[in-house]
């Protein structure tokens, strides 16, 4: 996966679909798929402030809407919805770069409450 760009709360990066992404259908295997969700939704709760640690995974859930073959390069946009004392909210949308297609889209939770503590009490660099 390669980062487009990042600021605080936000994320766009993208990735081509391989053959060792593949399931038996030859499109885009749902693992991938949530994998991508997993580690965006991370990334993107993480960049509002947490230096060590992204916190641990409550909820993710994810929507397939359309399939993606090898070679299509997907595009991802996170969004970090809600970042509060104990927990952090992301939705994240992958789309086809080249038609916009939505392939997929999830929302990602994370309690962050004692990552958080830990980033505070934390010297800064």
Do not use: W
């Not at 980062?3 to 391989?18: C, D, F, N, R």
């Not at 499109?27 to 916190?55: K, P, Q, R, W």
Request: hydrophobic share 40%; aromatic share 8%; net charge positive.
């Amino acid at each position: 996966m390669k980062i487009i760009s990042a600021s605080s709360g936000m994320l766009k990066s993208e990735i081509t679909v391989q053959s060792n992404h593949l399931n038996h259908m030859k499109t885009a295997h749902g693992g991938i798929l949530m994998t991508l969700i997993d580690v965006c939704g991370s990334f993107v709760i993480a960049s509002e402030g947490l230096n060590y640690s992204s916190g641990v995974s409550t909820s993710i859930n994810i929507s397939f809407t359309n399939p993606a073959k090898e070679g299509d390069v997907l595009f991802i946009e996170a969004e970090c919805v809600k970042f509060g004392k104990a927990m952090g909210f992301a939705n994240i949308k992958i789309y086809n770069k080249d038609n916009r297609k939505l392939i997929a889209q999830g929302q990602h939770v994370k309690y962050i409450a004692i990552t958080l503590k830990q980033s505070e009490s934390k010297a800064k660099f």
